[in-house]
């Protein structure tokens, strides 16, 4: 159950950062920064950082390239300790 929770989550966070590339590209409505990190905090860092690779985007914003690797293992720990 937790496995799946973790997955969904980093599938969201990763389609989200695309989705707010594209909106970049194009000038429209921004998702907040807040959305992003409201969702790595849930659990989908991974997802985060790997649509900031992927989509090459928030790699400017030293809280994304910094806090992000930070986030990952700090929940890594965390769910190791539940196992």
Do not use: C
Request: proline fraction near 2%; charged fraction near 15%.
């Amino acid at each position: 159950m937790i496995i799946a929770y973790i997955a969904g989550v980093n599938i969201i966070a990763f389609l989200i950062m695309g989705m707010d590339k594209q909106k970049a590209k194009t000038e429209t409505y921004r998702i907040p920064e807040r959305t992003l990190w409201g969702l790595a905090i849930l659990g989908g860092a991974i997802g985060v950082w790997a649509g900031m690779k992927s989509f090459r985007h928030k790699t400017r914003h030293r809280s994304f390239v910094i806090g992000m690797p930070v986030l990952i293992i700090i929940q890594a720990v965390f769910v190791v300790s539940l196992f």
